[in-house]
């Protein structure tokens, strides 16, 4: 939960280092896929993978990890993004409900209104005023997130290794280049980013994209999703407790107050069946 609560504050450093948010999104991405290679051997999944894997790669691999990025980007406080975040999880049930046609219970149905709710109390803290921009990008990523966790359900036969070197070359290509476009000389903006961004962007694939999430479903070989995922649900106050380390946020009254909301909802979001 650590490494996850961490990616948020060190992404901003990188970015803080005037590394592009979309670039470095793709660099993430494409030292995933490298690590992978010798676990995947380029192998193919069966026909009926296809559609699924490529989703979920779109999903995590593209739109995920570019809205996070963008979000930070474009806000000057990081703990709101990190607890808009939480929102993959009702984000997940909803998209659940509409593609896989799964019922909502009246408990889930009261825990999604209220860790919306939660949201919107955060949205009216003053300190919010010129971070709009980056909430919303925090809530495409929540968005895409979720639908990725509902993609991924179809893919519980396949090699992690598998799925995990599919999210990078898809998030490689895809966002390097749509970084050429939008950012502008890649070979240029490669050659300005220094050592120590290089080590940040190297501790979110390798420490976050790769060991975290391996870690995790090393877990599951031993132990239930629903009891594991409502640990997943505290990571934010790892990140949040880094923010205030790192770089000095001072939640507000209104943030603890939606915060605590948020993430109580999410938690027994987790633990209704």
Same mark, same amino acid.
């Given at each position: ?15 803080n280092?005037s ?7 793709s /660099?993430?991405m494409g ?11 380029f192998?193919l ?9 490529i989703?979920?790669? /779109?999903?995590?691999?593209v ?10 980007f474009h806000s000057?406080?990081i ?6 975040s939480?929102?993959?999880?009702p ?7 509409f593609?896989l ?11 999604i209104?209220?860790s919306?709710?939660g949201i ?10 010129e ?12 968005l ?6 509902v993609y991924?359900r ?6 992690i ?29 490669i ?31 031993f ?12 990571f ?6 880094l ?10 009254i209104?943030f603890i /107050?939606?915060g ?14």
């Open positions: 939960m650590i490494a996850h609560g961490s990616a948020f504050p060190v992404a901003k450093l990188a970015l280092n590394v592009p948010p979309i670039l470095m999104a /660099l993430r030292l995933v896929f490298l690590l992978l290679i010798p676990f995947w051997k192998r999944p069966n026909k009926k993978f296809f559609k699924p894997l989703l979920f790669s /779109l999903s995590m691999g739109l995920v990890y570019v809205f996070m990025n963008l979000s930070l000057s406080i703990a709101p993004i990190i607890l808009g939480q929102l993959a999880i984000f997940g049930i909803l998209a659940s409900a593609l046609n799964e019922n909502i219970s009246k408990n889930k149905w009261i825990l209104f209220t919306f709710f919107v109390i955060i949205f009216f803290d003053p300190k919010l005023t971070n709009y921009l980056g909430l919303f990008f925090a809530s495409l990523m929540a895409f997130f979720g639908l990725a966790q991924s179809q893919l519980k036969d396949l090699p290794s598998m799925i995990n070197a599919s999210t990078g070359i898809f998030g490689f290509i895809i966002l390097i280049i749509i970084s050429v476009f939008i950012e502008g000389n890649i070979q240029e903006n050659v300005q980013i220094n050592l120590e961004s290089w080590i940040l962007i190297s501790y979110q694939a390798v420490i976050v994209s790769l060991c975290a999430h391996l870690l995790m479903f090393y877990l599951y070989k132990y239930t999703v629903g009891k594991i995922f409502p640990f997943y649900s505290l934010p106050i790892f990140g949040i407790i923010t205030y380390l790192v770089f000095g946020e001072v939640p507000t209104l /107050l939606g605590i909301i948020v993430i109580s909802s999410v938690f027994f979001l987790h633990k209704i069946k």
